[in-house]
């Protein structure tokens, strides 16, 4: 297990553990500051945040005994199937903190001999690599945050966010938007009143988002003609798209985005996290990205290529024509 801190400096290795499941995060966790190993509890100090994933929810009690405080992502209640606005805007306030971690362990399995299975006779020497590789990136490796203005002012934004509820959710469920299929119209005017973004545009929506990584071939399915764009027949500042989902390909998602000539002005996708208004999903991500900025500019690229064109296919086998049919074997009478 690792300790890296918001830079993604290596604070500590601590391991090798066993791979079952009782060695699982939260196990791990418990056993180090029960057995005070490395001295831990004596650089950890009262009322430090600890950013975990949701492996650790175990050991959160402990970590209230000792004064710490924990920020993890939020867990759905049973029978939920959409988190609340304030739930999934604070859980997004920690994964845009704890990408430094999944960061920082992708930075170990560059090393060559980290990005393979190793042999089990090398078990007694890797936790000593382990801390090998981590001492010399902290050492030579640029910050992966190193912090400035910029992130100062985005963390401020995303605060102040996440103290805000999502009325276009309210109006949605108010109004029964999703079920009344007669305010709704395919658009005839390509959408023109939509506002044209620029990626700083997207960025500040998205809030730095890495959605808009993943917008491109999202959109596979709109060119593919899988999504459907709709107008409402009352506001034609509002829309609502079908989008397929990117992990069940049997499931599909609506959305919603309300917009004026200049601005996006609110968003709801009835995903997991679409209720969010700490930037969006990656639904609502893709559809900002497909109209406001990518239809706007022809050479960008967009879907996925389909390799198969650049490889012969054997059994592209032309039909072969009967001789007996040509027109130089007809015997003229």
Known sequence: MIVVSTTGYFITVLGPYFADYKNNDAS?????????????????????IFIVDRGFRDSLELLEDLGIKAEMPCFMQ???KQMTTQDANASRLVTKVRWVVESANGQIKRWKY???????????????????????????????????????ALATKMLYLSKQI????????????EKRRVIWTEPDDCLINFPKLDETDLRNITCCSYQLKLASSYMQEHINGDCEIQVHTENDNLIRVRLQSRHVSSKQYLLWIE????????????CRAGARVVGVCAHIAAVLWYLGYARHHPNV??????????????????ESVDSSDSEQSVVEE
């Open 78 to 80: 049973k029978g939920q």
């Open 166 to 177: 999502n009325n276009l959710k309210s109006r949605v469920e108010d109004e029964n938007m």
């Open 114 to 152: 980290m990005d393979h299975v190793l042999p089990t006779n090398q078990v007694p020497y890797i936790g000593d690599h382990v801390r090998i590789i981590c001492a010399i990136c902290n050492k030579y490796f640029p910050s992966l945050s190193p912090g400035n203005t910029d992130d100062e």
């Open 259 to 270: 917009h004026d000539c200049v601005n996006v002005v609110a968003w709801y996708c009835k």
């Open 28 to 48: 791990i966790l418990k056993h180090i500051l029960h057995n005070n190993i490395e001295d831990i509890k004596n650089w950890v100090e009262e009322n430090d």
């Open 301 to 318: 690229n967009f879907g996925i290529k389909n390799w198969g064109d650049f490889v012969q296919d054997a059994q592209c086998i032309p």
